[in-house]
């Protein structure tokens, strides 16, 4: 029995070196040298060729190497009744969070305003904070500690979800009450999953129904944004800034707009990175459960797609 590593286009080695360190004795075959395709009964996944997996006889369980399993859904082979089981770890949520936080105090203190500042020798004094509320879309594994950890920092939290919670924490709003909660805040944080709901969900349409001037952190996926509606999103006022670290196309193209653009602050999808160390163990342990027939860990809901 044995785990294939699909991850074209990186390096497998921290993987390898992670799961060999947690279990010495298991058996890893890293694309695209698979030799024995038949022994595959589990393969971790970051954006395989599509069709792939139809190499593999006797696969049983795909796991993500990262929190989406977007790009394995938008995989048409992938059977419907095929398990997918994703990462959920404590240092990705604590990177996540860091990030986010970074994002709300730029805005909050106005980093960006005080380097143009520096930059002309400008002292200006002047309403050094911008009053936010912080409103979060997806109040999962990531959402719900930014959550907590802006409650924390003293930040008024707003959270948008899918289903109905009675009991949540915060204020909170689910997706038949957009406008309710967009009311609510001028900070928008997007944590979704990129599902077929959650696609261009963020356009113009969208920001026309934001508090003037709100700003935007898109840490989700770039599929989320419609790029094109952004910049003028921002020109009419609906929004006043954006950090974003995730692209429909990525590497950003040269090309793009976004490069450019003052009131746009650009990371290249490193807001949090699967930590190859602290992710190996649950790996390990749906590998074993796997064997074992019992309950996987992290399990993605095939009908809702996340
Ligand atoms: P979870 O599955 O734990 O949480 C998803 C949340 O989104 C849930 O609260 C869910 O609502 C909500 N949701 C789903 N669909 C909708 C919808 N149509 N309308 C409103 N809310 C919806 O995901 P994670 O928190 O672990 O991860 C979120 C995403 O972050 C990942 O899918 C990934 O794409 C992205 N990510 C980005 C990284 C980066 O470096 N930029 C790193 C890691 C992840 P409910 O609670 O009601 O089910």
Avoid at 134 to 148: E, I, S, T
Wanted: glycine share 6%.
């Amino acid at each position: 029995m044995s785990l294939a590593i699909i991850s074209p286009g990186r390096n497998p080695q921290v993987w390898i070196d992670a799961l060999i360190f947690h279990q010495p004795d298991i058996d890893i075959q890293i694309y695209p040298d698979i030799k024995r395709p038949e022994d595959v009964e589990m393969a971790l996944l970051w954006q395989h060729p599509p069709g792939y997996l139809d190499t593999f006889p006797n696969l049983k369980l795909i796991s993500s190497l990262g929190a989406g399993v977007d790009h394995i859904l938008s995989d048409p082979a992938v059977p419907a009744s095929m398990p997918i089981v994703r990462i959920v770890d404590e240092k990705l949520t604590w990177s996540m969070t860091n990030y986010v936080v970074m994002g709300v105090l730029n805005f909050h203190r106005q980093i960006t305003r005080y380097q143009a500042d520096q930059k002309r020798k400008v002292w200006d004094m002047s309403n050094p904070e911008i009053p936010v509320k912080v409103g979060v879309m997806g109040v999962g594994a990531l959402g719900g500690d930014v959550l907590d950890k802006l409650n924390y920092l003293g930040f008024p939290v707003f959270g948008f979800g899918f289903t109905k919670k009675d009991d949540f924490p915060y204020p909170y709003f689910s997706k038949d009450h957009l406008q309710d909660f967009l009311n609510e805040i001028n900070v928008l944080v997007c944590l979704l999953p990129l599902t077929p709901e959650t696609e261009s969900i963020l356009d113009l349409k969208f920001f026309k129904k934001c508090q003037t001037g709100t700003y935007l952190i898109n840490v989700a996926r770039g599929k989320h944004l419609v790029e094109e509606d952004l910049i003028p999103a921002l020109n009419q006022g609906f929004l006043s800034g954006a950090m974003l670290d995730v692209y429909r196309q990525e590497p950003l193209p040269d090309t793009h707009p976004f490069w450019e653009e003052e009131r746009i602050q650009i990371t290249p999808h490193i807001a949090s990175v699967t930590n190859p160390r602290a992710a190996s163990p649950q790996i390990i342990e749906n590998f074993r459960r796997l064997r074992s027939n019992q309950p996987l860990l992290n399990l993605v809901d095939r009908k809702k797609g996340y």
